[in-house]
């Protein structure tokens, strides 16, 4: 494991990126480390994983050296309920690192995907540990994942980098162009008002916005309607069938119609 360091981020806050030839999931690692009281600006950068994960449980597996495997701990002063600012945060810096780095310009797609004329590009997943030690007061823990497929795509639905681009792109300068763009969206998180600026990046970002859609929820039936707007907490409002808007915290969505090039 090797560590390298970027510049001051205006928190004290320096990157730290630790390299892991294989490991189980990058989450489950720095959550671990977040744990024993690591500091803000860790990241987990993994050749390969042996279980990966996505949300709800679901498993992210590609090729060693195929895709950017890493997670970012970031503790950032905020209530539980705006803590999507933060999942918002790293989707647009990796959206830009993907123009930067490849040319290819990603869509986002709520809550937490990157697309490519709707098959997915990258995913990410963001858990926190509020009881995790090291950080100030008031922070909270979050570890914020992201796999991008950057060589490798061939998972229905899925797509890849290489596929849309003549470039020569590897997942350590992805990564790099990714925390360079995150660096200057990461004091803005300990505020209100630069969260909700967050989500209002997001939302005119989102390709989501606007879609016919259709909503899987736990504990309650699909949600089908139009995709309106994001409110100032980053949940997805939903006019549905009888013209009533629904708000959604928590979902996976089905683009209904698809995107024709």
Known sequence: MTGSASADLGQGI?????????????????????SKGAAAGTVALAAHQSAGRGRRGRRW????????????????????DELFAVTAAVGLAAADACALVAGVAPGIKWPNDLVVWDRKLAGILAESDAAAPGGREGSVAVVVGIGCNVHW??????????????????????????????????????AGEGRRATVAELR??????????????????????????????????????????????????????????
């Open 153 to 190: 795509g061939d998972a229905p639905g899925a797509t890849c980098l290489a596929m849309h681009t003549d470039r020569q792109v590897s997942p350590d300068a992805l990564l790099d162009a990714l925390l360079d763009r995150l660096a200057p969206r990461v004091p803005g998180l300990d």
């Open 204 to 261: 005119q970002r989102c390709v989501t916005l606007g879609r016919a859609v259709r909503v899987e929820r736990d504990g309650a039936s699909p949600l089908e309607g139009t995709a309106r707007t994001l409110d100032d907490e980053g949940h997805l409002l939903v006019e549905d069938v009888r013209g009533d808007v629904v708000s959604v915290a928590v979902g996976d969505v089905v683009h209904l119609r698809p995107l024709t090039a």
């Open 61 to 80: 597996d590609s090729p060693p050296g195929a895709s950017l495997l890493a997670s970012v701990l970031l503790r950032p002063i905020a209530p539980p």
């Open 14 to 34: 320096r990157w730290q990126v630790c390299r892991l030839p294989t490991v189980a999931s990058t989450n489950e690692w720095l959550l671990d480390e977040a």
